[in-house]
């Protein structure tokens, strides 16, 4: 089975700052997809970002970046010069397809994170 | 598009009631997925469909829910009698290849 972590439930970052949140998975499958997902608090889930595990090159969007280490299994994402929208909560998932059962979605539990004016 | 959409954004009900969620996905995916966010439990996935078949309702909580996906665009999640401790924002999401696209979710009230 494949599991998510987020081992930071909350965090803040002074706004303009940079903030990393953390994310470790568990699975023994070479080829599978992961995400970040915002949750701000109107509480639609907003993808953010993805990034395919066969792919090397860390996935980035504007301010928001990976740093991807398929060997440690782990997929933190960077949130440069913060704003204050970018409060919410966030989300890392893992998606893998598998033949009997299709696309299979992993979400970790999620950190909250505030930027402070 | 318009994206996934769910219906009603908000539910109050009474303990015993059945409660009827609405979802239309995108059109042209082929995965819907159903999950239930709370506090105490973050997000449950309830269960999930592959061409409007049901793949995995091992999530689904107990006997009084129920989903049904009986065309490509249109499925209900259905609770059937209601407890207070179904309270929570429940979300459907729809998928065609590789990422989930949510809809805004439906915060269901028991009382």
């Known amino acids: 089975a494949q599991t998510v972590t987020q081992s930071q439930p909350e965090m803040s970052v002074q706004e303009a700052e940079t903030v990393t949140l953390s994310c470790t998975y568990d699975?023994?499958?070479?080829?599978?997809?992961l995400f970040w997902y915002k949750q701000p608090p109107s509480r639609q889930m907003i993808l953010v970002i993805r990034?395919?595990?066969?792919?090397?090159q860390n996935a980035t969007e504007n301010r928001f970046s990976v740093n991807f280490q398929k060997a440690a299994k782990s997929f933190s994402l960077k949130i440069s010069d913060s704003q204050l929208g970018d409060t919410a909560m966030y989300f890392c998932?893992?998606?893998?397809?598998?033949?009997?059962?299709?696309?299979?979605?992993?979400f970790g539990t999620g950190t909250s994170l505030t930027v402070i004016p | 598009d318009a994206g996934v959409i769910q219906s009603p954004r908000h539910e109050v009900t009474e303990m015993g009631q059945e409660v009827t969620l609405r979802c239309k996905p995108i059109s042209g995916h082929d995965y819907l997925f159903w999950y239930r966010q709370t506090m105490m439990r973050g997000l449950e996935l309830l269960i999930y469909f592959n061409n409007n078949v049901p793949i995995d309702d091992s999530g689904m909580p107990e006997d009084r829910f129920s989903a049904k996906m009986p065309n490509a665009s249109f499925s209900t999640l259905k609770i059937q009698p209601s407890e207070p401790r179904d309270s929570a924002v429940y979300f459907c999401?729809?998928?065609?290849?590789?990422?989930?696209?949510f809809g805004p979710g439906t915060r269901l009230t028991v009382l």
């Open positions: 999401a729809s998928s065609l290849r590789v990422e989930q696209f």
């Open positions: 990034q395919e595990a066969y792919k090397q």
């Open positions: 998932a893992f998606m893998k397809h598998f033949r009997n059962t299709g696309n299979q979605f992993y």
């Open positions: 699975t023994s499958e070479n080829n599978y997809y």
